[in-house]
């Protein structure tokens, strides 16, 4: 898609996200609503005694009651129907030459892990950092977004060996 036009959709979903729902959008906080409902489900004095827990439990610990789960379930089944209809979608592992498989999925793990752990310490996601914080012109979602860009230019060039 013309990421000009991906662009302005987006700003207009967001915009729709404030109108509708009275907040931005992000990806972490549909996580820890989930991981919330499932502690206070094993261990309720437990989730309710962590700060942390408790600020995801409303009255009704049922996290499908919170609209960022749905948001999330969203892009999952629109990003298929989407890859679906563009012919995109296919059983395969994207990689370069210099590496395996495993490999390939050993670091994609190990990435995914660290950005969801540093979604955590930030306060939010990518997703909810750059566009709803950006959007609000928040000084620590833009500081958030420099350091992203600038660890990512940092990093590149020992990671673009795995794929030449």
């Known amino acids: 898609m013309n990421p000009y036009l991906a662009?302005?959709?987006l700003g207009l979903v967001l915009l729709a996200a404030y109108v509708v729902m009275g907040r931005?959008?992000?990806?972490?906080g549909a996580f820890t609503s989930v991981v919330a409902a499932g502690v206070q489900s094993v261990a309720p004095a437990h989730a309710q005694a962590s700060a942390f827990y408790k600020e995801y439990l409303p009255a009704n610990t049922n996290p499908f009651k919170?609209?960022?789960?749905?948001?999330?379930?969203?892009?999952i089944v629109g990003g298929l129907i989407s890859g679906m209809l563009a012919g995109r979608v296919k059983r395969t592992i994207d990689r370069g030459s210099n590496t395996t498989d495993s490999k390939r999925l050993f670091f994609a793990v190990v990435g995914g892990s660290?950005?969801?752990?540093?979604?955590?310490?930030?306060?939010?996601?990518?997703s909810?950092?750059?566009?709803?914080?950006?959007?609000?012109?928040?000084?620590?979602?833009?500081?958030f977004m420099l350091a992203v860009f600038a660890s990512a230019y940092a990093v590149a060039y020992f990671v673009r060996r795995q794929w030449n």
């Open 114 to 126: 660290i950005m969801g752990f540093g979604s955590k310490l930030a306060r939010g996601c990518t």
């Open 66 to 75: 919170d609209w960022l789960v749905f948001e999330v379930a969203g892009v």
């Open 128 to 143: 909810g950092q750059a566009l709803t914080g950006g959007a609000v012109l928040s000084v620590g979602s833009w500081v």
């Open 24 to 28: 931005g959008i992000g990806a972490s």
């Open 7 to 9: 662009g302005i959709g």
